[in-house]
């Protein structure tokens, strides 16, 4: 357990890491949600690649540092893709965050993600009925660390208060805002930022909290100037360029 000033700290040193080092994160990613999750690593210092090519995705991926597997355009190139990238991310030791998106809407998709859980990834990031679609259980008590220790990885699981557990670790981050969920891409953008921050902090439960933390910091920032949902989307860009530590230190809500 980590208090809020400690974790304030840990975010801001995640987040300067990031900055200093412009790590490669490899993201394969709804094809709506591209744009707005380069951007967003962009902002906040990384270096996105996005291609899912046949003869390109294995080399793009061996040259990365982190890996996003996101599920929310399931198509076929895509899969394929996914299958790549997977194993050599493997082969190459890297961090990858399984995102699967909509599982709870569709069985294929459904059994698909726990076929990739079953790769062992690093963090896997979701909501509350993509986990019960995983997991078979509802998100309640000690469900999430049950799930981290029985698949080995970080759940990091997301709602109007985000829990981010290994197991014996865990820790409940209550930042954000409302419009956050009114933005296509948000969450993906979020997840990505996590593989950014999982590319420069060896503990990984360490790099996915900081990450949410620091995500949901900035959406309050972004917030305070926001007239809806499209002025929003802009300033959480300009949000998380900014983040600072004094910033993260003032606002970080956790227990």
């Known amino acids: 357990m980590h208090a809020p000033i400690e974790l304030a700290d840990i975010a801001a040193d995640v987040l300067a890491r990031i900055r200093e080092r412009a790590p490669r994160v490899h993201c394969i990613t709804n094809s709506v949600a591209q744009q707005f999750t380069a951007n967003m690593l962009l902002a906040a210092g990384a270096v996105p690649s996005m291609t899912i090519s046949a003869d390109e995705i294995g080399a793009f991926v061996a040259g990365a540092d982190a890996l996003l597997v996101n599920l929310g355009t399931s198509d076929r190139e895509r899969k394929s893709a996914i299958e790549v990238a ?23 998709r459904a059994q698909f993600g726990r076929t990739l859980l079953a790769a062992r990834p690093t963090v896997v990031r979701l909501n509350h009925a993509e986990f019960a679609a995983l997991s078979g259980n509802k998100a309640e008590s000690d469900a999430a660390a049950r799930f981290a220790r029985a698949n080995a990885t970080i759940v990091a699981l997301t709602g109007g208060v985000d ?38 902090q060896a503990d990984a439960w360490l ?35 900014r983040l600072d530590r004094a910033t993260l230190r003032a606002r970080i809500k956790a227990s």
């Open 86 to 108: 997977v194993k050599t991310a493997a082969e190459k030791e890297l961090p990858w965050l399984l995102d699967p998106v909509f599982v709870d809407r569709s069985p294929t």
């Open 163 to 200: 829990i981010v557990s290994d197991g014996p670790r865990h820790i409940a981050i209550a930042n954000g805002d409302p419009l956050m969920a009114a933005v296509t891409a948000m969450g993906c953008a979020g997840a990505a930022f996590v593989c950014g921050a999982l590319a420069v």
């Open 207 to 241: 790099a996915t909290l900081a990450a949410l933390a620091a995500f949901g910091v900035a959406g309050e920032v972004a917030a305070q100037a926001a007239q809806g949902p499209g002025s929003f989307a802009v300033g959480m860009i300009d949000a998380l360029h």
